[in-house]
């Protein structure tokens, strides 16, 4: 049975290859994908998503442009980390092939209406969410689940000391979903993302590989590796957003726990995702968060689902690669 599912995200690199990671996988049926201001704004993540579907010629799949500013604060991108364009500052074609939409957020509320059992993945700010759910918590509340990348845990923020970048984005409209939430949602935050890392073997792998797609993705990379090795000496980079679809599909990936969960909106941990796992406040549970991965699995299903005519050879460095990640 096909899942359905709607992609909300801010391509970005790492969204992209996880839309290509979504759109390789037969388990799920991609009604359409909205873009939200984050790493790059609305249109542009949605002008990446088309160059996304193009590629995989898939574009069939309707790509809307979402909310361009968060809730409240001013709106912060990062074109440092993902490149100018989103996409590694490859600056890429246009496509002309297909148009953009308008209006994300009556999207996701009218799809939420119209189909049976509808499931979120949320790879960005949850600008688009929030807004879905205030014009309609109703109809919202319909759909069956919400994955988000985004939050923390335990492990240290990636935009300030504290907080996760998508979080951090849109304080507000995370606080909002905390808030008014009545469908279950899991936390993929940076406790579990971290552990994803295409380190240099794999991308070395994905050079050799030599198709279309593996150039795509090196391409698209190599701007992300130089901001890791700048920003945190990290060889290689970490695919944040990748983790949160395989996970949607396949639950045996990560662990974790239920919790109440709340957000700094304001001063210096604004963004920062309180975990209450002791249960202080003494609120009912809002999220699931993950906190254990089994990140090599993880990359055997993500780079043997993107390239399956090469399933032997990733065998091959995967096996040398089982403990460095
Ligand atoms: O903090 C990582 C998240 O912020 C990822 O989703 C990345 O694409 C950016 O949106
Ligand atoms: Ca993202």
Not at 179 to 200: F, K, N, Q, S
């Amino acid at each position: 049975m096909r899942k359905k599912v709607i992609i909300d995200c801010d391509p970005g690199i790492d969204d992209s290859l996880a839309l290509i990671l979504a759109l390789k996988s037969p388990e799920l049926e991609i009604l359409g994908i909205t873009t939200v201001s984050g790493n790059v704004p609305a249109l542009q993540g949605a002008k990446n998503a088309l160059k996304v579907l193009k590629l995989l010629n898939r574009l069939d799949v309707p790509v809307y442009a979402g909310e361009e500013v968060p809730l409240v604060r001013e709106l912060v991108t990062a074109e440092d980390t993902h490149g100018d364009d989103g996409l590694g500052a490859t600056f890429m074609s246009e496509v002309s092939e297909a148009i953009i939409k308008n209006g994300a957020v009556d999207f996701i509320l009218s799809t939420i209406e119209k189909e049976e059992s509808i499931s979120i993945i949320a790879l960005g700010p949850l600008t688009n969410i929030a807004r879905a759910m205030e014009k309609d918590l109703q109809t919202f509340s319909k759909a069956q689940e919400i994955v988000s990348m985004g939050g923390t845990f335990k492990s240290h923020g990636n935009c300030s000391p504290v907080a996760e970048f998508n979080y951090w984005v849109d304080p507000h409209a995370v606080k909002y979903v905390f808030d008014h939430l009545t469908i279950p949602m899991a936390m993929v935050g940076l406790d579990v993302t971290r552990e994803i890392v295409l380190t240099p073997n794999y991308i070395e792998l994905l050079r050799q590989m030599n198709t279309e797609l593996s150039r795509f993705i090196v391409d698209i990379i190599r701007f992300y590796v130089d901001f890791h090795w700048k920003q945190e000496r990290t060889l290689g980079c970490v695919i944040n957003d990748p983790l949160a679809v395989a996970y949607f599909m396949d639950r045996t990936l990560c662990s974790g726990f239920d919790s109440y969960v709340d957000v700094v909106t304001e001063g210096i941990a604004i963004g920062q995702t309180v975990v209450d796992c002791g249960n202080f406040y003494k609120h009912k549970s809002n999220c699931f968060v993950l906190d254990k991965v089994q990140s090599h699995k993880f990359m055997e299903i993500f780079l043997t689902r993107l390239f399956p005519e090469f399933t032997e050879d990733i065998a091959l460095v995967l096996k040398d690669n089982k403990y460095s990640y």
